[in-house]
């Protein structure tokens, strides 16, 4: 949802809450409606640019700084205004909590982290011994246990984040997107051939370059997909069970 799109609806929810509002009576739902009256034009006056998370983070930080103005409000000593601030502070924090979290290019601390939880380093050290066991017992000469091991410690450092790029880039297109998907294509290729063809250029081993490419393009690319899930395996049971029950 576009800032603009996003700052109409927030609106319309804080007219909603204002009429429910102006159904009170007495001095105490006006100071109330005051402080709700407030939050709303700072929102109705706000900028409309950026993508939604760090616009409604922007507008909860001003929000905070109005709640600062009002605490010594010698017209409210009560707090009513206070509490109609907070009202709408209240949904504004709903509304972002709705909403996905912004599109990073670079992985952050957070993608480091899930690379440590258990279950994928044991579907990780499962695929190395397997791949190990081929590269010791099947004898092909562009398959030993270097290349094994250089390809599969940069598959699973960087397919997450190139799956990541090719999701975010072509369902929420942001800016300068293409170039998302170039990283994510260069990156990729690096991993598949590029590590390859330096490894056995430098060990004098046969290079299949075509075959390993047809064969490892596929793997890599499943293997971010697996591994781009963020969060445990009980919650990735939950979340399928409740998209196929969803479909129902």
Known sequence: M???????ALLAECDAALTRVLQGHGTEPQRVRAGMQRARDLIA????????????????VELEALRATLV???????GWALGGLRSITDLVAARLARTPAAPRFLPD??????LGRPWKLGTLAIALGLLLWGALVLEISDWDVGVTLIMSALTYLTAPWSVRLIWDALRRRPPRWPLWLLAAGATCWFVVDGAYAAWHGAVGNQML?????WASTPLYLMAGVVWSWRGSVAELIEAL???????R
């Not at 010594?72 to 009560?78: A, K």
């Not at 601390?109 to 899930?114: H, I, L, S």
């Not at 069970?241 to 479909?247: D, E, H, I, S, T």
Request: aromatic letters at 6%; proline letters at 10%.
């Open 2 to 8: 576009t800032s603009p799109t996003l700052r109409a």
């Open 241 to 247: 069970r409740a998209a196929l029950a969803g479909r």
């Open 45 to 60: 006056t706000a900028p409309e640019q950026g993508a939604a998370e760090p616009w409604l983070r922007a507008r909860l």
């Open 209 to 213: 370059r075509d075959a390993n490419a």
């Open 72 to 78: 010594h409000d010698p017209d409210d000593p009560d």
């Open 109 to 114: 601390g957070a993608y480091f982290a899930e």
